[in-house]
């Protein structure tokens, strides 16, 4: 089994920034992705950004976050962070770490283990 444990939301103005990050404990394992969804309240998880662990951690995003938002990894791998500048309204939600063996995902139901996740909202 992983573990993992987000953590890092919080309240912050419109053109802020938060980091959040997902540690992942447990069975972790060498080849697989990592990957932020977010949950906006009476909407569906939407796939914001992924990383990988091997060849130097390929990144991927959603197209609403690209040059805002930042993914990586830390702590020897085990720790994926996602940097989030000029936020806006829009970015509020509940933000959950998923992981999965393989490749990034976009889809949800493809990941095999989840956060239990951390709020994120952002005033206009």
């Known amino acids: 089994q992983v573990q993992l444990v987000e953590s890092g939301g919080g309240l912050v103005q419109a053109g802020g920034s938060l980091r959040l990050s997902c540690a992942a404990s447990g069975r972790t394992f060498s080849s697989n992705a990592m990957g932020w969804f977010r949950q906006a309240p009476g909407k569906e998880h939407v796939f914001v950004a992924g990383i990988t662990t091997w060849s130097g951690g390929s990144t991927d995003y959603a197209y609403f976050v690209k040059s805002r938002f930042t993914i990586f990894r830390a702590n020897g791998k085990n720790t994926a962070v996602l940097q989030m500048n000029s936020l806006k309204p829009e970015d509020t939600g509940v933000y959950y770490c998923?992981?999965?063996?393989?490749?990034?995902?976009?889809?949800?139901?493809?990941?095999?283990?989840w956060g239990q996740g951390t709020q994120v909202t952002v005033s206009s």
């Open positions: 998923a992981a999965r063996y393989g490749s990034i995902r976009y889809d949800r139901y493809e990941y095999n283990y």
